[in-house]
């Protein structure tokens, strides 16, 4: 009976402990000649852990809702061991409730980014105290994607994690990262990024993330195809009404970067009032795909994206 009760008392500490992110993270140092390759990889080992093994809010998350997170360092550049410049990308991807499709929501990159790693030093974290810049932009990163991921759940649902990102970023004012700073020759850095997302100017965003995950996205298995494509036209429309107030808004390219094959796809397979509406809009205020939109109008897809838990986590 002991052994039995043992069990379940592990069982629920396992779940009480269920963190959010299934994070992979890589580094490449094909560009570096002569480095000692294990420094790398205890690298990539420590940031993996760093992610995945922290608890990083008060949710519990089962494996199915667990937020699909890359991180990829292209290293150009490591002095001493300890200082590296590289490039960063960065990807975020969300399931698709009742369905077996997951969505990009960010997919994006830096360059230039410089940080320090001490080997055998503890990475060490504080939203309110800056410590060093790879904790830090990696924190960063990881509560932004919680805002985008809880927005696309429930209306203005990432407010918490967006105001961690203010927390972490007001506290890098210290750092020579230029990507923290109000530069106005570089506005599609951190400062901006999250600039777009708390100025009450560009609320509508909270909006476009609900409409298009939740009640669209969320709603496209079955007979809610049609309302659920609507819905996604409205979130569409939403758009078009932040790039007529400001379209160089940063979060509207990360938008695009992450959506444009997905939105082709969608209404590839819907009727040609709708495929004519989305086309004009998309090619509208983001030209620099009118191609991949011009191929909405193109043939019949097929816009099932359906087998995932219909559970909710909010």
Not at 12 to 23: G, I, P
Not at 29 to 36: E, P, V, Y
Not at 127 to 149: E, K, P, R, V
Not at 225 to 236: P, S, T, V
Request: net charge neutral; glycine share 4%.
């Amino acid at each position: 009976m002991k052994i039995r009760f043992l069990i379940i008392a592990l069982l629920l500490s396992a779940n009480v402990c269920s963190q959010e992110f299934k994070a992979t993270v890589s580094i490449n140092s094909g560009k570096l000649q002569g480095t000692d390759k294990t420094l790398y990889q205890t690298l990539q080992s420590v940031l993996t852990e760093f992610i995945n093994d922290r608890k990083w809010t008060n949710y519990n998350y089962q494996n199915f809702e667990k937020i699909e997170v890359n991180f990829s360092f292209n290293l150009d550049e490591v002095t001493g061991r300890e200082d590296f410049t590289s490039e960063l990308l960065v990807q975020l991807r969300r399931p698709v409730f009742n369905s077996t499709y997951s969505t990009t929501m960010l997919n994006t990159k830096e360059t230039g980014f410089k940080f320090k790693f001490v080997e055998g030093q503890p990475l060490e974290f504080d939203q309110n105290n800056y410590t060093d810049n790879l904790t830090s932009t990696i924190a960063f990163y990881l509560y932004y994607f919680l805002a985008l991921d809880g927005d696309s759940f429930a209306l203005n649902g990432g407010a918490q994690y967006f105001q961690i990102c203010q927390n972490i970023l007001n506290a890098a004012q210290r750092s020579v990262d230029p990507s923290w700073k109000r530069s106005f020759t570089d506005q599609n850095n951190r400062y901006w990024m999250l600039e777009n997302y708390t100025n009450t100017a560009y609320s509508t965003l909270h909006q476009v993330w609900y409409q298009y995950h939740r009640l669209g996205l969320d709603m496209m298995e079955g007979e809610s195809q049609a309302e659920a494509r609507n819905n996604i036209i409205n979130a569409i429309e939403n758009l078009q009404k932040i790039y007529r107030e400001k379209s160089n808004l940063v979060a509207l390219q990360q938008f695009f970067d992450a959506k444009a094959d997905e939105i082709v796809n969608i209404f590839k397979g819907a009727p040609s009032n709708e495929q004519r509406k989305v086309a004009d809009i998309m090619k509208q205020i983001n030209p620099t795909n009118t191609n991949k939109y011009d191929q909405i109008m193109q043939g019949q897809g097929n816009n099932t994206i359906g087998t995932v838990p219909t559970t909710f986590r909010r």
